[in-house]
């Protein structure tokens, strides 16, 4: 029988089919990017995109909210229990909105933010130039170690000192090493600034309790809730009991309208699949199988920045081998592995063609794969950038890549033992 979509609109339902048959028929290792459950499908895909529920349970701005207060609660106090925090607020409608979230909260237009540089792997909205948060607040960057890749809390230190920011921030977007949050907890409580910590990409692994949670160090933590955490698109803000009104101000009225329910509901089903030891397993896989990749990269002659990775993603110098990231990214999609080009720390190329290639293997440990599949993808990759001007080998390597995905399909069905509801879990 024909579905709804596919009788009332066949063309985008054909579309829809084929990123389905593109998500399944390739090799996804853009670090941000992962397989939601069927259940957490679900939820996004529910009827509770139809409602608006401007304000917070209890608090509403619209009537008809005695299923939505009842979700939300349960959305806030499933994220709570898993960061143990002792605030959280899941409305914030992405990760970019979250940030704004957290410094308005905490400080006014004009003051002195300080986060990881764009092209040292920070995000755009840690104060990159281009975004907002360089034009309501006063940007302050920080750098990693060109040699050594790696954050060097003596710079931090030093730049913090002599310019005083009201918010420092922990937390990047391309930082293949493990943060410690606890030495930026220092600088910002020495300098005076709020500490706010942005974990997006690594929260699945910091609630898997394999990388240390910035929670007890941060006075705000912003996340997403897709990435390693593997929920819908969304984002969230954890708190410290004294900012929790602040943040909620923040987020509603001070940003948003009404929040994306169906997101929101979809957030309480991912939480409760990230708070089992299926989850933990598979964070754990996300971690060893990166370093699997990496160390195979490594033996092809290939040099990462830092050397390696302690996370779900690796940071490639293509230098060495005389071709650019943005290059290699197209190629790699011809062969059905999709990356990102990315900057290395002290590019000397724009960021539009930067010298770096940026992979991660939340989505491929999903599939299940393990350490044997990641060493070989990173031999498809070798192969690719050694002959990134055959379009031979290169469609080759996209039907191994084809044979491999159809060995490790799309687990579509995946679904984790429910503990907050056992009779939920099949
Ligand atoms: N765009 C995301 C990423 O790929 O890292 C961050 O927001």
Known sequence: MKTALE???????????????????????IPSENYVSKAVMQASASCMTNKYAEGYPGRRYYEGQQVTD?????AQQRVKKLFKA???NVQPYSGSVANLGAYTALINPGDTIMG???????HLTHGWKVSVTSKFFKSVPYPVSTETGRLDFNVIEELAKEHRPKV??????????????????????????YHVSDIAHIAGLVVAGIH??????ADIVSTTSHKTLRGPRGGMLLCKKEHADAVDRAVFPGLQGGPHMHTLTAIAVAMAEADTPEFVAYAKQVVKNAKALAERLLEHGFNLVSGGTDNHLILLDLRNKNVRGKKVAKALDRAR?????????????????????????????TRGMKEPEARQIADFINTVVENIDNEAVIQNIGKEVLLLCSQFPVPEHFIIPNKHNAASSR
């Open 116 to 122: 990881m540089s764009l092209i040292h792997g920070g």
């Open 7 to 29: 009788q009332y609109d066949p063309q985008i339902f054909e579309l829809i089919r084929q990123e389905e048959a593109r998500q399944s028929g390739s090799i996804r290792l």
């Open 86 to 88: 002792d605030h959280a």
């Open 168 to 193: 420092i921030i922990s937390g990047a977007t391309a930082y293949p090493r493990e943060i410690d949050f606890e030495a930026f907890g220092t600088i910002a409580r020495d300098v005076g600034a």
């Open 70 to 74: 009842l979700i939300e609660k349960m």
């Open 212 to 217: 240390k949670s910035p929670v007890p160090y």
């Open 337 to 365: 592995i999709v990356t990102n080009y990315n900057t290395i720390p002290g590019d000397p190329s724009p960021p539009a063609d930067p010298s770096g290639l940026r992979l991660g293997t939340p989505a491929i440990t």
